[in-house]
Nanobody, 123 residues
Framework: QVHVVESGGGSVQAGGSLALSCAVS????????LGWFRQAPGKEREFVAG????????QYADSVKGRFTISRDNAKSTVTLEMNTLKPEDTAVYYC????????????????WGQGTQVTVSS
């Protein structure tokens, strides 16, 4: 079983930056991909970014391309989401997720979820 725990959320003004971290523990060898999703009030959970443990593949939602960067540190078993040029529409609870095979931008196909961390961007 794999466990993921997010940290690093907070409040920032539009145009600012935040970095989220996801600590992965347990049977990490059973997972191939890590991802970030977000969910705003009244909206469905949406894909933000994903990366494979090898780092050879990453994927981003169109809404965050060029502003967010996902990276992983295999030695520390962490995945980081660096968020720049934040916009009020980025406000949401951000979730880290793990999946056995491949990056799929649909929440129901991910196996393991963290508790989420709030990101609030004010205008």
């Amino acid at each position: 079983q794999v466990h993921v725990v997010e940290s690093g959320g907070g409040s920032v003004q539009a145009g600012g930056s935040l970095a989220l971290s996801c600590a992965v523990s347990g049977r990490t060898y059973t997972t191939n991909s890590l991802g970030w999703f977000r969910q705003a009030p009244g909206k469905e959970r949406e894909f933000v970014a994903g990366i494979t443990w090898s780092g050879d593949t990453s994927q981003y939602a169109d809404s965050v391309k060029g502003r967010f960067t996902i990276s992983r540190d295999n030695a520390k078993s962490t995945v980081t989401l660096e968020m720049n040029t934040l916009k009020p529409e980025d406000t949401a609870v951000y979730y880290c997720a793990a999946r056995k095979y491949g990056i799929v931008p649909i929440a129901i196909f991910w196996d393991t979820w963290g508790q989420g961390t709030q990101v609030t961007v004010s205008s």
